[in-house]
């Protein structure tokens, strides 16, 4: 079961501003920001996407996932490990039965346009980004909130017709289980 804690203040990445983390755990902390992970690394804790372990106890229980479409294009952002945030959307794909659509790598984790937080205009990575998926009518899904806005906010400027979901709003446990 997860729980959130309430009084876990800044996780001091410094996008929050010259704020050190004040959050103290006795194990892992799970987090859906990858921000975040990269705060509470460098204050000490540990810091685990909470994405990695819903697939695997998903796949460990035999339970799987369901998709809410049959394809979807990943994306990473510029903070996450490319090869471990890829395996864990491939992980998905497999225990959903949709397809994972890629380009090359690298157009998955470009810049979505933040800067300090806040978007600042869609970067050529998001435009391209956004081009290939709306060329092959997949929804975009990520596990960053930030990058999930402001992709959303890019498809508008560029008026293409692209659902941007973050990653539990695309796949959920299993109705069979």
Known sequence: ALDELHDAGCCGHPARGHRPSTLKADG????VCPACDHG???AGVEAVPVWEPLVEQARASGAGLCAAGSAFVPYLGCL???DRGLDVFARSARLSGAEMT???PSLHSACCGAV???FRGETEGA???LGFAAERRAPI???????RDNLRSAARRTRLDVPVHLWPEFF??????
């Open 116 to 118: 300090g937080s806040m």
């Open 127 to 129: 435009r391209r980004l």
């Open 172 to 177: 959920t446990g299993d109705a069979h289980d």
């Open 102 to 104: 890629l380009s090359y």
């Open 141 to 147: 899904v990520t596990t960053c909130l930030l990058c």
């Open 80 to 82: 996450v490990d490319r």
């Open 28 to 31: 892992p902390v799970y987090t």
């Open 40 to 42: 509470l690394r460098d």
